[in-house]
């Protein structure tokens, strides 16, 4: 038995309350990534499949616990009658259903290992265990990632993934590839889906802020991204330009900062007549300079700065924000559509310090 999906999503966003984190977004990736291959397998429910993907984790309720938060899960689903759910929540975590291959503290009692240990005995792995596994090594905490950059993620936050784990995902990779006939990224659209955060009852992302940035903090940002990157020269320029920009009044930097480090950032460029430069007869916005560390992509807090600095900006009385994008840069594109920068408004060049040429599409939004 499972619940409703609003029931299910009603659960999450309560669990959420009492332990927020982005281990509920990521339940949220993984249902999505659920429903659209088990839509695309013959004999799956896609509606059953989301509901297990949002549940999965749903452990992490009572709190911050490894190994604890699958024995949690189980007990707390079996409890509500959820049998099916339950038994996710238990073989999500073991794709060889052994307790060997776990990969964090073994952080329970005896008696919840033990209870573990039982029910993995007597379970015969079926294509929703499957799925659930396979999602999980999808999912991100706001988007679809690569299954290997997402395995190497969790390698680089505990220090190991066990060889067997790995080769397993990667042949449930393969097997829902055949049975779907497609593309395992094509079916769950990772290179264009991504989370919106406009649900009131998602919680903050803990200790995470956005705020314009001061010209101590541009001088701390703009020094760390000289010295990641090759090409001083244009980076040593574009500093100085950023911030006699932001002196001027002529632009707006906006940072997301997490426990005191500046994780991401973005650009609002004032200058008179940037909307007409851009094509545009109205006042506008020219968004640019989005950057977040790889460390801190995929889980929610470029979206959410991106959401600050609309807000901020429709305050300031602008009504329309444009940005601008390579012709090549796909990904950037769809991700842009996503934030609804659908309207193209014109195209042009611009013209790097060490006089690189590039050309741009200028893609517009109401705000």
């Excluded at 949220?28 to 659920?34: F, I, L, T």
């Excluded at 659908?342 to 195209?347: A, D, G, I, Q, R």
Aim: net charge negative; with cysteine.
């Amino acid at each position: 038995m499972i619940p409703t999906r609003q029931e299910a999503e009603r659960l999450l966003r309560e669990a959420e309350r009492r332990n927020p984190g982005p281990w509920g977004n990521h339940s949220r990736v993984a249902a999505h990534c659920a429903e659209k291959i088990a839509a695309a397998c013959e004999g799956m429910d896609a509606e059953k499949a989301y509901i297990l993907g949002l549940l999965h984790d749903i452990g992490r309720r009572f709190g911050g616990r490894h190994l604890g938060h699958v024995s949690d899960g189980y007990t707390y689903m079996m409890s509500l009658g959820y049998d099916e759910a339950a038994r996710i929540c238990l073989t999500h975590s073991f794709n060889n259903m052994t307790t060997d291959e776990y990969i964090g503290k073994f952080d329970t009692t005896d008696e919840e290992l033990a209870l573990i240990r039982t029910e993995l005995s007597r379970v015969a792995a079926d294509d929703y265990d499957r799925l659930i596994q396979l999602c999980d090594s999808l999912a991100g905490s706001g988007r679809v990632m690569n299954i290997e950059d997402r395995m190497n993620d969790v390698r680089r936050r505990y220090g190991n993934y066990p060889q067997p784990k790995w080769d397993s995902n990667m042949r449930l990779k393969a097997y829902f590839e055949e049975k779907a006939g497609k593309s395992i990224y094509d079916l769950v659209e990772k290179d264009t889906f991504q989370l919106s955060e406009e649900d009131p009852d998602t919680p903050p992302l803990s200790g995470y802020t956005c705020k314009i940035a001061d010209p101590g903090e541009m001088n701390r940002k703009w020094d760390d991204e000289i010295s990641r990157h090759a090409e001083k020269e244009n980076w040593i320029a574009w500093k100085g330009e950023a911030i006699e920009s932001a002196r001027t009044g002529r632009s707006i930097p906006y940072y997301g900062i997490l426990d005191g480090t500046i994780i991401c950032e973005a650009t609002a460029v004032l200058k008179p007549g940037c909307g007409q430069a851009a094509g545009e007869t109205e006042p506008a916005v020219e968004l640019c300079a989005f950057r977040t560390n790889k460390e801190y992509r995929g889980q929610g807090y470029f979206s959410r700065l991106m959401r600050f600095v609309q807000e901020d900006l429709k305050r300031k009385g602008y009504r329309k924000a444009i940005v601008g994008v390579e012709p090549d840069e796909k990904r950037n594109r769809e991700i842009y559509r996503h934030w609804g920068f659908t309207e193209l408004v014109s195209t042009g060049t611009e013209t790097y310090p060490d006089g690189t040429v590039i050309r741009v599409e200028f893609y517009g939004k109401q705000l």
